[in-house]
C-alpha cells in the first residue's frame, strides 16, 4: 500500500494549553492535578475486594516516585526506558493512595503475557444480531474474518456524558471534566452510544453486539449533575484526549454533540480544538446534527477536516435502495462552502444500553428493550456507528493518518436510496454507508482528503506568526505545512480578522447583538454557549 501522510501534526500538542491560557474561563485541563491518576479498573476493584493481595502494576510518573511506591508498602521491580516507568507490587489496598500522588500519572496492571496463534472463531457472531447497523456498514463481515478485525487495540474516546455500568460494556475507562463529580451517566446519551461503538452484549445472546466489540473506550464524561455542558467544557474533554492519546492509545475521538451556536468553522474556538486533535492524529468523527436539510453551521460537524455523519431510515431492510436520509439529519454547505455531511450510516430505531436511573429512562420507558437497551434514533448513533467503523479500519491498517482514513471511507463507500442502483445522488448522504470490507480490500494508493482546506484562523495564525515574519496566511500553502514546526507559545486570539468574516453566511438568529461586545466575549458567559445532544429519541 502506497501512502501520502505528512507529519504535519506532530509535536502540536501544546496548542491547547495555548488556548487555555486565551480563554481564561475554561476548565483547566490539568485534570491529573487535580484528581487521582488513572487506575485499571480491576486494580479498583482488587483494592476492594482483595485489600490485602499482593498486586504487580506499571506506574508512569513525572520522576521521583520510588519513595511514593515503597511509602504504600511496594516493592520496585525493573526501570522501563520509556515515560519514567516502574514496575512494581504493593498490597491491593493501597494502590488508591499511589495514585493521589501528584507524581504518578497512571497505574496500570502488569498483567501476565499469552503466548498463542490467532484463532479464526471469534465470540461474535453476526447470525445472533438483533440489529442491522453492523450489517449494512459490513463491520459483522470483518468478525469472522479469518484474522477477527473487532477495533482490539484501538482506543476510541467518546466525549460526551459519561458511561454508566452496563453487562455489555467490558473495556471502558471513565475520566470526567468535573473534578469530585461521580463518573455515571445522568442522561443515558453516552452510555447508548458506548454500546453502539463497543458493546459486547454478553446476556442478550449477541443480539446487540456493537460495531466494534473489542475496541478501548475511554469514557470522557463533559456534563454535569444535571446533564448539561458548555462548549468550554467539551474543550476541556479535547485537549485531556490529546494530552493521553498516547497512554489510551487514542486513535478515534467520537463527538455525537453539536453547538447551539452557528458559526463559522474559521473562527469557532471548539472547531479549533477539534482541528487539533486531527491534526495530532486523531480521526474525529462528529454527528451532522439533528436540525434538518440547510442547518449545518453548528460545530463541530461544519469542520472541513473532520467526518461528519448523517443518519438514515433503513426501513428494516437490508436493500440499500431503500434506505433514506432521516428528514431531521442535518446537511448542506457550510458558510464557509464545505459540503457535508460526509458520510451517513443508520439512525433510526438504533437499539443499545440502557443507563439505569437515568434521564432518558425516565423519559421514555416505552423506548426500554429486554430490560437492559434501549431504542433511540439521530445522527448521535449513526456517528457512533462510523467511529467503530474506523476503529476497525485501524486495526487493521494502523499506518493511515486521518486524511487518509476519510479518504479511503469516502472512496470506497456504498450509497443509499435510488443512488444504489445509479441514479442521482441522495442530497444529505454524503458518500453513502461506509464500509469496512470494501476499505480494507482497496489495494491502490491511499490519497489524503482535506487537500487545499485552511485550518481554523486561530491554528492558521499561530503557524505565520511563529514560522515566518509575514501577519497573512493567505500565501501559506497548508497542504505543505510541518506542523512540527509551529511554536504555539506565540498564538494570539487577536489574530483573528473578525471584520473579515462573512457574518450573512451564518444564522445568528438567537444572539442580540446589541448584548454583545466582540472584544470582551466571555465564551463561557454567554447564554447560547451550549452543548445539544443528537439523539433525536421519536420513532
Known sequence: MVTHCASRAAGVIALLLALLLALA?????GMGAERPAPVDPILVRLATDAPSARVRVIVQTDGGADDAVRAAGGTIGRRLQGGRTLAAELPGAAVPALARDPRVRRVAVDAPIRFHADSSTTRFDPGQLATLYPRLVE????????APITGKGVGVALIDSGTAAHPALKRVQRVTVHPGL?????????????????????????????????????????????GTALTSDVIAGIEWVIANKDSYRIRVLSLSLTS?????????????????AWLRGIVVVAAAGNRGAGDINHAPANDPYVITVGGTDTHDTLDLSAHEVLPYSSYGQ????????????PGRRIVAPLARGSIYQQLYPDRIVEQQYLRLSGTSESTAIVSGVVAQMLQARPDLCPDQVKWLLQQTARPIGPTATGAQPVPGAGA????????????????????????????????????????STSAVSWDAVSWDAVSWDAVSWDAVSW?????????????????????AVSWDAVSWDAVSWDSAPAD
Open 499 to 519: 471584520d473579515a468574516v462573512s457574518w450573512d453566511a451564518v444564522s445568528w438568529d438567537a444572539v442580540s447583538w446589541d448584548a454583545v461586545s466582540w472584544d
Open 260 to 276: 447551539a451556536l452557528a458559526e463559522d468553522y474559521r473562527t469557532s474556538p471548539l472547531n479549533a480544538a477539534v482541528e487539533l
Open 25 to 29: 474561563a475554561f476548565p483547566s485541563a
Open 182 to 226: 461521580p463518573m455515571d451517566d445522568r442522561l443515558g446519551h453516552g452510555t447508548h452510544l458506548a454500546g453502539i461503538i463497543a458493546g459486547q452484549d454478553v446476556r442478550s445472546g449477541g443480539h446487540y453486539v456493537g460495531v466494534a466489540p473489542e475496541a478501548d473506550l475511554i469514557s470522557v464524561q463533559v456534563t454535569d449533575s444535571q
Open 139 to 146: 463491520a459483522s463481515d470483518l468478525w469472522t474474518a479469518a
Open 334 to 345: 457550510t458558510s464557509a462552502g464545505h459540503p457535508k455531511p460526509d458520510l451517513v450510516a
Open 432 to 471: 453513502g454507508y461506509p464500509s469496512g470490507t470494501r476499505a480494507l480490500a482497496y489495494t491502490g494508493t491511499v490519497e489524503r482528503a482535506n487537500r487545499g482546506v485552511t485550518p481554523n484562523w486561530y491554528l492558521a495564525a499561530a503557524y505565520v506568526r511563529t514560522t515566518t515574519s509575514s501577519t
